[in-house]
């Protein structure tokens, strides 16, 4: 009898780690080195199979350390910025990253990268992420989101603003408005949305520049290494459903949003145009207008900081070193005047 019960505790045991993986998953070491360590959380099942997301950290050194930052990548990305991760740890922040589903180290080798039909499926990533982050400790967390990041976290923010589950939210040039002309804007974009939401799987070419990578890669023009099979040289084609998550996404944010917690908006000083690589790439922004950026920033919230970066690039953290330093010593003077920092 004995026996029997031990075996029974055992498959109950086995099936409530199954059920909630993410509570039970251990961290292990990171593909980013000493200092970093991620797990893999096991989401529930979409419309095209299994699921996971994955939440990497560095712990900052500082004793008795209760805030933290959660980081979220943009399209065609996923978390490598060990700079940014050590420039938070060194000021007493944990640093935490989330690679979304189908992004990243959540890509399985089944699933169409970057597949999306609603940018609400990121919100349990977050949802799980965050718990996460408070259950080991930190009682104040900051939302950091680049690009497509951006537009997430924002949408997140608003969707969950009567019970805001962070302090702050710091936009690294966001995703609100296509970088398109008017015909485009105006009627390819709204056309192709409206054909995602009955032939989802049509693929939409993103053409094959690879000026963007150019400037960031050390083999190119840039400073930074990365593993090009998780953020490609030329972006993939996305599918019809994508265009129409984020064409719904953005038609959202147009309408303004009311996050009620502080907002840090950055953003280049410019935008550069041109699919082939040129010197003003790496003075930049060469995936974004920066101006949509600007203008539908500010209606974001009633607590919106705008900074300009003088000669960013579109990740305002892998830009040139006199303007990546103006882009931490912001942040770390808004944290300041907002109570956010130790």
């Given amino acids: 009898m004995i026996k029997y019960a031990k075996l029974f505790v055992a498959v109950l045991l086995c099936g409530l780690a199954a059920t909630t993986s993410f509570t039970f998953a251990q961290y292990q070491p990171d593909r980013l080195g000493e200092g970093f360590e991620s797990k893999t959380l096991v989401m529930p099942d979409d419309y095209s199979g299994r699921v996971v997301t994955t939440l990497v950290r560095s712990l900052s050194p500082c004793p008795d350390v209760h805030r933290a930052v959660l980081y979220v990548h943009g399209y065609n990305d996923y978390f490598f910025q060990k700079e940014m991760a050590r420039t938070f740890t060194d000021s007493c922040f944990n640093f935490y990253a989330v690679d979304l589903r189908k992004y990243g180290r959540s890509l399985l080798p089944e699933q169409t990268p970057f597949e999306v039909r609603d940018l609400s499926e990121y919100?349990?990533?977050?949802?799980?992420?965050?718990?996460?982050v408070r259950q080991e400790g930190n009682t104040e967390v900051v939302l950091m989101g680049h690009s497509t990041g951006g537009l997430i976290t924002s949408l997140y923010c608003e969707a969950h603003r009567d019970s805001l589950p962070v302090q702050g939210l710091i936009l690294n040039s966001p995703f609100l408005d296509m970088n398109m002309s008017g015909f485009y804007e105006k009627v390819l974009v709204p056309l192709v949305s409206a054909w995602g939401g009955c032939f989802k799987n049509t693929k939409i070419s993103q053409g094959n520049s690879t000026a963007y990578a150019e400037s960031l890669l050390k083999q190119y023009h840039g400073e930074w290494d990365y593993d090009t099979n998780l953020k490609f040289m030329a972006s993939r084609p996305v599918t019809a459903a994508w265009v129409r998550a984020i064409h719904r996404g953005h038609n959202?944010?147009?309408?303004?949003?009311?996050?009620?917690?502080?907002?840090?908006?950055?953003y280049s000083s410019q935008s550069v145009q041109g699919d082939e690589w040129t010197p003003q790439h790496q003075s930049g922004d060469a995936v974004l207008d920066v101006k949509d950026i600007a203008r539908y920033g500010r209606t974001l919230g009633p607590h919106v900081t705008e900074f300009e970066?003088?000669?960013?690039?579109?990740?305002?953290?892998?830009?040139?070193?006199?303007?990546?330093?103006?882009?931490?010593?912001?942040?770390?003077?808004?944290?300041?005047?907002?109570?956010?920092?130790?």
């Fill in 309 to 342: 970066v003088k000669e960013g690039l579109h990740d305002l953290v892998l830009s040139k070193p006199a303007a990546r330093a103006s882009v931490y010593a912001e942040i770390f003077r808004w944290l300041r005047s907002n109570g956010l920092e130790r």
């Fill in 123 to 132: 919100f349990a990533d977050l949802d799980t992420a965050l718990t996460l």
């Fill in 252 to 266: 959202q944010v147009h309408k303004g949003l009311h996050i009620p917690c502080p907002i840090l908006l950055m």
